[in-house]
């Protein structure tokens, strides 16, 4: 039976309510109604009233309960129809002050990226393309001894970034440029602006907590120009001399005061990846972020607001060279719930061993997300959401989850999976039959998978999911998908004695079971976010997929295949 007029009225209706905060507009509704049901055209005024009507009756139901009726009777429309993202992110402090807009990520290649730090990439990425303006990736690597960078990590940041759709317009590694940050070394120090200090540091910590000077603070700039060649040229050792910029001593933050800004690395022990033994004189992180920040033109830098100190101990160094600090965006911390994002401490836990890799799916890196079949669009939608907030924000899995399924469900295709299998004998099958399910419900035009059930004197075996179980003991009558209603008789050696029921018998509300044919089934197992595999049987369509496609395993969720050997398909686990 075709709906009825009201019906066709109220889903028009419904669903211009929900993309409008519950609020639907009498006009807009009839516009919608009439693009899709052209023969009502000429009916457009004597309509009106109805819509009318129909539209205040909306209006006044809680909004909840709206997208619950639209998510039961008109899903596919609801998600085919939801309105590009319109949301937006606040304008960035101070844009009209520069000509091109320059933002920057800065990653340390000492590990991977992550969903933390994924939010300053796809911000910093995003407002210069909203400003039309630059983009530029920077390593962050001018630490050889504590956060020592690794050679491959480099390639797996530029994939990550790439993977995020970050496409960068420049590129600079800090180990490249040492010599400007010497010079810049010198000319704070011809400026009286730093000082080489040989203080230890049990000497130097009562000094600073009481605000006061140390001795070589004083010493006269051609003593500390000396003092800085002897640190480049390899006469003190390490940890004997740092180089430290002028702050005022009375600063509230004790960690600000005098900040060192390069200091010696024994090399020979601990030598760069990739620049070797060749500088014993290395930067520490404000002296050269904020160096490059100043050189490279950065307009905006879009960062946690743990860098607030940072920011303050830079300032000092901007003041000293006559330079203007760019308009900083500091965001508050992103949690996601059940999962440790610290970097150090996934770094000792992945080489303590504890993790099979940087994508192991119990890490938050996107190396891991990506592998488990997250959309890198559903990590940008979900950063937009979070923005530049200055506030910490909270993200739970079914938040990433919901934003992921509703980008991987249009396109996944479907199969049966089933893990842990019990075979079922079914009698009263007199001879094979073949089905051809949609590869997706809603997406007719993808194709159809063939799977075929062989009968043998009368009956006929196939494979179920061992967590039906206990639904087939309970319920004494389920029904296969797409194939036939089946009365669960009992089991006996494991396995399942089950009769057909007669097709005239009335389709009643029963459970709907996955199967597979065991002529056709196809070795799978399946990596869950916790790492653990279960493992069971495919159809042998599954083949056909090619590695990293994303399926959906019917009654059991949204899979991305990872591995296709000849004797069984590996894949991970998204979510369901
Ligand atoms: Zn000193």
Redesign the pocket.
Known sequence: MPPSLDEVIRKAAVLNAIRHDGKADPGAVLGNLLGENPELRPRARELMPTVQHIVKDINSTPLTQLTQEASEKWLTDLTREKPEEVRKLPPLPNAAKYQTIVTRVAPNPDFVLHLGNARAAILSHDYARMYNGKFIVRFEDTDPRLKKAQLQYYDIIREDLKWLDCTWDEEYIQSDRLPIYYQIAETLLCKDAAYI???KPE??KPLVTAKKA????KLGIPTQIERWEKMVNGNYAEGQAVFRVKTELNHPNPAVRDWPGFRIVDVNKTPHPRVGSRFRVWPLYNMASGVDDHELGITHVLRGKEHLTNMARQLYLYRHLDWTYPDAVHFGRLKVEGMNLSKSRMMKALEAGEYDGIDDPRLGTLAALRRRGFSPEAIRQLMWEVGPKPVDVTISWDNINAINRKIIDPTSHRYYFVPDPITAEVSGVEKDIEVHPPLHPQHPEMGTRTLSLKARNGSSKLLLSGSDRTTLARSKTVRLMGLFNIQALRFQDGELRAERLDESTPEADVPILQWVPPEDKLPVAVVLPDASETSGFAERALKGEKVGSVVQFVRFGFCRLDEVRSDRVTLYFAHN
């Open positions: 200090c040989e203080c000497q130097w140390c001795p070589d603070r």
